[in-house]
């Protein structure tokens, strides 16, 4: 167990509607990183922390933002939401010795 | 941009056989992971390569990394059933803190 949770596991919301996906770790790690799984595309780096209030942009962070106010949260937001958000969204934490990252069980999001 | 690409895409097999699934990428890095992922579930890490000739094997599976041809194989020996899943390899920037994913390997073992 890697430590990570991820909430909420399932939601649905409509279009235009604020969404925030919440990631939390009890390792203290200083990296997090927020991907999305869509069939064909593998997965896909939306933003990533490397401290608090540190953050990168990632492959495809257009029509999200993050925030890391503690070590421990991890908060990604889609200000208004759109039918191509609808994914799967995983929350990753980063070893500090290999680099390996060690993942949430996910976040399933449709938006309608 | 790093640019990692796997191939195949999807791989059938029969219960018994070898295979090899390849994973490229377009810039320096001898930092490369490889995962697995069961349908519906998070990924699991399955091997970590550290360096040039890094080589690690775990039942049936083998990986290797051969940084100077940006390549990494992932051996399937005798396949069987239980390794039905998908195959991710993801490689480390180096500078700055991105891992980058290809697109994944779709395995499916039949008898």
């Known amino acids: 167990d890697a430590g990570i949770t991820q909430s909420p596991r399932h939601k649905v919301t409509e279009t235009g509607t604020p969404v925030t996906l919440r990631c939390h770790q009890t390792e203290n790690h200083r990296y997090m990183y927020w991907y999305r799984q869509d069939p064909g595309h593998g997965l896909r780096l939306i933003h990533y922390s490397y401290g608090v209030k540190d953050t990168d942009k990632g492959e495809v962070s257009d029509g999200y933002s993050v925030s890391r106010s503690k070590t421990e949260d991890f908060l990604l937001t889609l200000e208004s939401a759109t039918s191509s958000q609808t994914s799967v969204y995983f929350c990753?934490?980063?070893?500090?010795?290999?680099?390996?990252?060690?993942f949430g069980e996910g976040s399933r999001l449709t938006v309608l | 941009e790093l640019k990692v690409e796997q191939n195949p895409l999807f791989l059938s097999m029969q219960e018994g056989k070898n295979y090899t699934i390849y994973c490229n990428y377009s810039?320096?890095?001898?930092?490369l992971y490889w995962y697995r992922q069961d349908p519906g579930k998070s990924l699991e890490s399955l091997f970590v390569?550290?360096?040039?000739?890094a080589v690690k094997q775990e039942g049936r599976l083998m990986a290797s990394l051969d940084t100077k041809a940006r390549l990494s194989t992932l051996h399937i020996t005798a396949a069987v059933h239980d390794l039905s899943a998908t195959y991710f390899c993801a490689v480390d920037e180096m500078v700055g803190g991105k891992l980058i994913f290809g697109q994944g390997t779709e395995l499916s073992v039949k008898p």
């Open positions: 810039t320096t890095s001898d930092r």
């Open positions: 390569l550290l360096s040039n000739g």
């Open positions: 990753a934490i980063r070893s500090e010795d290999t680099r390996e990252l060690f």
